[in-house]
């Protein structure tokens, strides 16, 4: 039979430029082929998925200290999980078209040559549709998200390529996405803080302060991250697994705390929380005894995680404690329910708490304050709004941090640091961090 090319189907067109005329079966052969591999390549791309964003702090930190070269791969990836899931999203995409559109002509085909009518074709893709989506998406992250560690350490090799391949496509889309989510939280956080004043402004005096401070919690509430409230890794108390039961009782005793964090060589390696109550039927225990036992699984959380969702989190897993980890898989902090509740009626004291926010207010302009306080709670102490800070604080979290944003390096005593209405003057630093700063609120606007 000689090849002609009033057939529409491309690769029909492509056969008859090497001077092929194709069967039926072979182009069902063909298109059968084709999407098989596009299927497989999907339900990869679908369980790696799975797999990578199910990964545990500990097994991102098992991955980045590994020989495995394949783990180490891994951890590369995990390292920038946006430009991960961008990678995966346009893969997963463009494997999804390709499917559809090849099942598409294949049922055309079996249309035309065969005596399927229509209503029996549109049959035989509403079915071939569920059975792709079930093997290339319910499948595989049902079956990865058991076997985390093992499906990336699988598939990293494969990702590494695929992303080096659609870098120009995830990069355009990380921008746009990155660009729509900056605008669009801005407006959220101004619209709400724009609603508050609103009210406090035609507010009568029957109102309190503290009633007054507990709405305004409750409406920065959801806009409020991890990172903004935790306990940085630097004010943990923690424990090594590896101390005595006696020591550890005398450590207990000084701590004042119910539940410590318990740690293996360093605190990026956090073993479990021994809850105090735990250990009070064996108290009369000798030094051997394997308090160890004791311990319970940790709750670990990443740092950009909204607060009012960890509070649901902490509801559903019945804990008060979580560790908090960076995109490393080390220790960043930590937060308790308390510190989630105190965001919305203020600070909460009992009879082991010393002062939280370590500030003396010599008069109504003019504070020192330690270098390690959060910017958020700098903002309420000062009455300023945190909105002002926004653009030049960068991934700081805390006063000492944005003044090293402001600084571009590490400043010494005595340095002063103008932005805006402020003037922060260095009291005390050594050779790592800032200690502590004095801030000082003109009365006019100083520009930088």
Partial sequence: ME???????????????????????FTYVVYGLLIGLFVFLSTVISGSEAAFFSLTGEQIAVFKNSANSRERKAFQLIRYPKRLLATILVLSNILKIAIITLATFLTFHIARETAVNGTLAAIIMIVLAFGVIFLSEIMPKAWASRNPAKIARSTAFFLSVAQALVWPL???????????????????????????????????????????????????????????????????TAFDISISFHELLDKINKSG??????????????????????????????????WQSLLRPGFFVPESKKIDDLLRDFQAKRVHMAIVVDEYGGTSGLITMEDIIEEIVGEINDEF????????????????????????????????????????????????????????????????????????TIVAVDSRRIKRVRALRQTSTIKK
Avoid at 4 to 17: A, G, H, K, N, V
Avoid at 177 to 206: A, P
Avoid at 376 to 394: M, Y
Wanted: with cysteine.
């Fill in 3 to 25: 090849a002609t090319i009033d057939d529409p189907y491309p690769e029909r067109i492509f056969l008859f430029l090497l001077g092929i005329a194709p069967s039926p079966v």
């Fill in 170 to 236: 995830s990069w355009f889309l990380l921008s746009v996405t990155n660009y729509i989510d900056k605008h669009i939280e801005r407006k959220g956080y101004g619209l709400s803080m724009e609603s508050l004043n609103i009210f406090s402004d035609n507010s009568t005096q029957k109102e309190s302060n503290d009633e007054r401070d507990i709405l305004k919690g409750i409406v920065t509430f959801g806009a409020l991250s991890v990172k903004q409230i935790m306990r940085s890794r630097m004010d943990i």
């Fill in 257 to 290: 705390y119910s539940r410590i964090p318990i740690f293996h060589e360093t605190i990026d390696r956090i073993e479990g929380i021994l809850y105090i109550k735990d250990l009070l039927p064996y108290i009369e225990r000798d030094e051997y005894f394997r």
């Fill in 353 to 424: 708490d010393e002062d939280e926010i370590a500030y003396n207010k010599l008069d109504d302009n003019t504070y020192v304050f330690e270098g390690k306080t959060s910017l958020n709670d700098f903002c309420k102490i000062v009455g300023e709004d945190p909105a002002l800070f926004e653009e030049v604080k960068g991934e700081s979290e805390s006063l000492g941090g944005l003044i090293l944003e402001l600084n571009s390096k590490l400043p010494r005593a005595g340095d002063k640091i103008i932005f805006d209405k402020f003037v922060f």
